[in-house]
């Protein structure tokens, strides 16, 4: 059964950073690709960022490009997304995602709140 749990969120003034987790379970975390998603209140949901299983290759979306690094820890089976100079436009809930034998699994969510 695949799990992925997020952890990391909270309140941040702008221009601070925040490093989501994300634990992942029940499948060969070191052979797939993963994503990070996000969700700002009263939108549609929205790629942030991907890494290739291996981590040798990443690509990101262009709002986020130079202030987020998304990596990942295959020993651990861990996935992170470090978020600097973060802005109020931020301000979301936070998804990582996978997809297993066809099907795309989410998290739960972490929220991630910009504001001073």
């Known amino acids: 059964q695949v799990q992925l749990v997020e952890s990391g969120g909270g309140l941040v003034q702008p221009g601070g950073s925040l490093r989501l987790s994300c634990a992942a379970s029940?499948?060969?975390?070191?052979?797939?690709?993963m994503s990070w998603y996000r969700q700002p209140p009263g939108k549609e949901r929205e790629f942030v960022a991907t890494?290739?299983?291996?981590?040798?290759?990443?690509h990101y979306a262009a709002s986020m490009k130079g202030r987020f690094s998304i990596s990942r820890d295959n020993a651990k089976n861990t996935l992170y997304l470090q978020m600097n100079s973060l802005k109020p436009e931020d301000t979301a809930v936070y998804y990582c995602?996978?997809?297993?034998?066809?099907?795309?699994?989410w998290g739960q969510g972490a929220q991630v709140t910009i504001s001073s």
């Open positions: 890494i290739t299983s291996a981590g040798s290759s990443t």
């Open positions: 995602n996978v997809v297993w034998s066809g099907v795309r699994y």
């Open positions: 029940g499948f060969a975390f070191s052979n797939y690709g």
